[in-house]
Each structure stands twice: as structure tokens, then as C-alpha cells.
């Protein structure tokens, strides 16, 4: 099968800006995130990379030394195809490890509390909230980022559907939106049962996903401007036009 | 966060003496202690990482039963074959629960070890039996709309959050401990215990024990026709229960073999109904009898200011969780 993911891609092949969750920059123009930056703007994404929070994530050294518990650990990762040997503080999540120190601000902070699934990527292709995963649990994974969807300057299909559906308003929630979608769609590939399946005793490969099903496996992805119905539209169009893969075909019951 | 000392054991020896020192805790999916990590609820002087250990499979018992590991993930259970067939209700409730990306990192240990969303519970500002011992219970003459009406005390009010666990209680499923003075079994209504008078306690569990697995017996499987997980929310998906019925018959002919209800969102820690389960053996299946169990199952119940809504809500779906599992087929 097709992998959606972009695990073996070149990092020569990564756009030169990766800020941006939905598109690739032309070289020479002005991105969103050098705009914000110039102008003093405080957005939310100015409020939220702050300095008061970047310290609260990066003060390690604690006054006592004596029962001080190492302030950094070892740990190698795989970004959005490309090997990392990382020195991190125990306490630092997988969000914040990608956007303070591996300067990758496409995974989006928003509660902080694994409530609104804007910080979601996929780790070794399954989607999980990087907020309350500890950088260190994750030692030797690979992880796929909203910046590693895209192959160079073509956007991967659930990215070309959001913009095409109206996926977004503000597109705080987009990148978790869209990381998600991307890991549901496998997880339906391999047979997952949701809430609203109709019966959990028949095994085997998910038949196309109806409205319902889209909208309670998404359920974990919140979008404050109401966006849910051009997300639903995206999503079934990308579900629609996914190869049935073999494996996915033959019954497991 | 309080800075604390990592640790990342690969067998379940080192693991249970490192968590048997004072100040330390098991790490698994995180998606509950991580959380309680950054409000200052948890502040653990060393996280023994378990996520090495060998405890991730799902094992068909040759006596018949199923063998969930502690460490298998809540997406990969409720999604294997053997468990799907024989123990449905345990998929529903695992699906019913959380979000898709939640349930890819949570735990089947850690899903029966996830602590009360009480926000008192949360907040530690206010005082909190479960968290500082002696400070008072916020929750009695607080906002009190998700707390239990079942098995209160003047303690605790707090509800027990999770989903699979009515399913695992419903089917009598039980805990496979290992500790630093070595193995032991216990069925899971032993397991997860009533506020009384130490609040703190969640469950049932030495200190540095840890849940090496969790078996659903051969003989729970005759449920598997008739059962139903009823979730009871505020929105229709994504958040906790008010109330939840996890329901199970077991037919002999026309009459009720044996009946299985644990309701979620109305106590400590789930809550088998057995007076109603009682009333059900032996019965013909229908609507007035179903009423006559929830009224029983219910009798004790005691509201507070915000929840006493959740009484009625309960017989209520009990009903409905009967009424769906008599609807069931092969």
C-alpha cells in the first residue's frame, strides 16, 4: 500500500519554511510567521510562544544540587523523516520539545491538557496529543509532524482538502485537524471500530466511513470557529479516494 | 513541574522496586499523570517509565479466557479480534471512552488507575480529602453536577471517570498484580474501592504494586449476544459520563440466565448493581421488570445539590441499556 506519510522523504525535500500548516512558501516571500514576528503582532501564536511559557519549559536547574535529579536525558528521534540526538528535561512533552527546541511551531498548543487535540501528531503513524506525551516515552519513535505531510511543494491530499473544503477559519486547530484525519483514515484502513460502529463483533475491514463515523472519530479535534462541516467534507473526500489496500480487504474474522 | 528523576526499566522486577521508593510513580500512556503533572496534583519525585516492559500483548487464555496486558494500548484492544467477538462489551465501553488520539496512547493499566475529574480533586487551591488528606471535601456544598450518588461518604463525593473498567466489572474480570513481595490475583471488585474514610486511595494496590495484566474469564464470554454500553454525556462525544450502563444477559430460552449491570458516573468506583441483577435471574425479559431492577439498583442513592438529577438518569438508562440488550443478536 501507499504510505500517506512521508517517513522515507529526504529532508532536502522538506520546504525551506515549515511554519506554515497548510502552505508550502515560495522562496522570497514574506511567510506568516516572519510576518508576526516583524510586526510585533500578538496573535495567538506571538501570546503562545512567549517567554514566560519557553521558560517555564526550558528552567531546569533546580536550587537544591544535592537531590537535584539530572536536568537532561539522551534521546534520538525521527522528524518528519530526518534522525535527531536530543538533550532534553525530563518534564518537556513532545509538543513542547518540537516547538521550542526543534523549531517546528506547525504542532499547535492550544489546552495544554490533551482537551482539544490541536497538538497532535503521529508518532510511529498513529496520531496521539504530544502534550501529554513526555519527549523521553517516545525515545527511538518516528514522528510525523503537520511540516512532514507535504512532498516538497505538493501538499498531501488531506491538505489539499481542507483548503479546497473550507476545513478552517482561524486554522489554530488545522495542523491537529489534519495530523488527525490523516492517522484516522489509517486506523479505519486496519479495521478500527469507533463508538458509533454498529456492531463491534464484525471484524474486518471498515466500509467507507458515513458522516457519523467521520464525525466521532474526529471527535477528539475541537475547532472553536465551527469549521466541522468543510472538515467532514475533507475528510470524506480524502476517505473516498484512498486505495483500499489488500490487507484492508481480506476479512480478519 | 517539580523536576524529577526518570527511569526506564525493561523488566517488571526493577520496575516494582524503583516504584516502591517513596515519591515514585509508574508512567504508561501519561494521558492521565502527565495532566495531573502539570496542575500540581501529582508531583512525583521519580516517573519509573514502564512503557519497556514486556506487558503489551493480548493473549487468548488456554482455558479459554482472554489475557489483556497491562501495557496494551485502550485503540489496540478494543480493536482485536478475540475481544471484539467474545467480549464486545469491553470494545464498546474502551470506544466509548476519550478520543481517538487518547485512546492510541492510553493504557489498559493505566485506564483502571486514571484518577476522579472532580475539579476540587484538580484544583489545589481548594481543599481536597483525595488529594491533601483532612483538608475537607469541596464537592459537598460545592459544584457538585458529575459527582456520585452511590457509596458517599461525608469524605469524598467523587466519581470514578472511566469507561472500560463498568464493562471489566460487569464481566468479572480480574487484576494481575505483581508487587515487591511477588504476585498476587484479585477479582476487580476487589480492586477499586469506596472513598469511606481514606479518600486517597483509588484502589486496592500496595505501594510499588503494579498491574501486570487483566483477564476476562472463559465463562463471561456467554455475554457476548446480549450486552450494551450505554454512555450517558453532555455532548455526544468526547467527554465523561454523567451516567454510563454497562448491561449484559445471558438467555436460557426465554428467561434471563444471568443478568450483568455496573453503572459508571454515579460512584467512587464502578458500581455492579447486583440487587437489580438478582431481580432480573430467572425473569422473562420486559420493560416493568427492567423499571423494578433500576429502582433497586438505584434504592441507596443519595443526591447533592447539582447531581440529584442523575437518579432518575440512571434508572432511566438502565432501562434503556436493558431494552437495547434484549434487541441484541448473534
Known amino acids: 500500500m501507499t504510505s500517506l506519510l512521508s517517513d522515507e522523504r529526504q529532508a532536502d525535500e522538506l520546504p525551506d519554511d515549515d511554519s506554515h500548516p497548510l502552505l508550502p512558501s515560495p522562496a522570497g516571500q514574506l511567510t506568516r510567521r516572519a510576518f508576526l514576528a516583524e510586526s510585533g503582532t500578538t496573535g495567538i501564536a506571538g501570546i503562545l510562544a512567549s517567554a514566560p511559557m519557553a521558560a517555564s519549559v526550558a528552567s531546569a536547574a533546580p536550587a537544591d544540587a544535592d537531590a537535584a535529579p539530572p536536568s537532561s536525558m539522551a534521546l534520538a528521534l525521527r522528524v518528519n523523516g530526518k534522525p535527531h540526538a536530543l538533550q532534553v528535561d525530563p518534564r518537556t512533552t513532545l509538543l513542547d520539545l518540537l516547538r521550542e527546541q526543534m523549531a517546528l511551531p506547525g504542532t499547535k498548543k492550544g489546552c495544554d491538557h490533551g482537551q482539544c487535540g490541536a497538538c497532535t501528531v503521529l508518532v510511529n503513524g498513529r496520531r496521539i496529543n504530544s502534550c501529554l506525551a513526555l519527549a523521553l516515552s517516545h525515545d527511538g519513535a518516528e514522528i510525523t509532524t503537520i511540516e512532514g505531510l507535504a512532498r516538497g511543494n505538493e501538499l498531501h491530499p488531506m491538505q489539499a482538502a481542507f483548503i479546497k473544503h473550507d476545513g478552517f477559519q482561524c486554522g489554530y486547530c488545522t495542523s491537529g485537524q489534519i495530523c488527525s484525519a490523516v492517522g484516522m483514515l489509517r486506523e479505519a484502513e486496519q479495521g478500527v471500530p469507533s463508538h458509533v460502529t454498529a456492531d463491534v463483533r464484525r471484524t474486518g475491514p471498515v466500509a467507507q466511513l458515513s458522516d457519523a463515523e467521520i464525525r466521532e472519530r474526529m471527535s477528539g479535534n475541537i475547532c472553536r470557529c465551527g469549521a466541522y462541516p468543510g472538515i467532514v467534507a475533507a475528510v470524506r473526500e480524502v476517505s473516498l479516494a484512498m486505495p483500499r489496500s489488500a490487507n484492508s480487504r481480506r476479512s480478519r474474522a | 513541574m517539580k523536576p524529577f528523576a526518570f527511569t526506564r526499566p525493561t523488566d517488571v522486577d526493577t520496575a516494582v522496586q524503583a516504584a516502591t521508593q517513596p515519591g515514585a510513580r509508574f508512567l504508561a500512556g501519561g ?94 487551591t481548594q481543599p481536597c480529602n483525595k488529594r491533601a488528606p483532612g483538608t475537607g471535601c469541596s464537592a459537598l456544598q460545592g459544584f457538585n453536577r458529575n459527582h456520585a450518588v452511590l457509596g458517599t461518604s461525608a469524605k469524598c463525593i467523587a466519581s470514578y471517570p472511566g469507561d472500560m473498567a463498568q464493562a471489566l466489572h460487569a464481566l468479572d474480570a480480574v487484576v494481575q498484580l505483581q508487587g515487591p ?68 444477559l445471558d438467555m436460557e430460552g426465554s428467561r434471563i440466565r444471568q443478568a450483568r449491570i455496573c453503572l459508571g458516573g454515579v460512584a467512587h468506583m464502578p458500581w455492579r448493581a447486583r440487587e437489580a441483577e438478582a431481580l432480573l435471574q430467572g425473569a422473562e425479559p420486559g420493560t416493568p421488570l427492567f423499571r423494578r431492577a433500576a429502582e433497586a439498583a438505584l434504592a441507596g442513592a443519595t443526591g447533592f445539590e447539582h447531581n440529584r438529577f442523575k437518579i432518575e438518569l440512571a434508572k432511566r438508562s438502565i432501562v434503556r441499556a436493558l431494552e437495547t440488550t434484549t434487541r441484541s443478536t448473534a
Open chain 2, 181 to 248: 513481595s511477588g504476585r498476587r490475583t484479585i477479582p476487580i471488585a476487589q480492586f477499586h474501592r469506596l472513598p469511606g474514610d481514606t479518600p486517597e486511595l483509588d484502589a486496592n494496590l500496595a505501594p510499588g504494586e503494579l498491574i501486570t495484566a487483566i483477564d476476562l474469564p472463559a465463562e463471561s464470554a456467554r455475554f457476548a449476544q446480549r450486552s450494551h454500553y450505554l454512555k450517558v454525556r453532555d455532548r455526544a462525544s468526547y467527554a465523561f459520563a454523567l451516567v454510563s450502563v454497562a448491561a449484559a
Open chain 2, 31 to 124: 494521558t492521565n499523570i502527565v495532566d495531573l503533572m502539570k496542575e500540581g496534583v501529582e508531583a512525583p519525585d521519580q516517573l519509573v517509565d514502564i512503557n519497556r516492559l514486556p506487558l503489551a500483548a493480548i493473549e487468548a487464555q488456554p482455558a479459554g479466557g482472554l489475557r489483556l496486558g497491562a501495557l496494551a494500548r485502550n485503540s489496540d484492544t478494543a480493536n482485536h479480534p478475540l475481544l471484539r467477538t467474545r467480549y464486545p462489551l469491553v470494545a464498546q465501553a474502551i470506544l466509548a471512552g476519550a478520543s481517538g488520539q487518547l485512546r492510541n496512547a492510553a493504557t489498559n493499566g493505566g485506564n483502571l488507575r486514571q484518577r476522579t475529574r472532580c475539579p476540587y480533586f484538580y484544583d489545589v
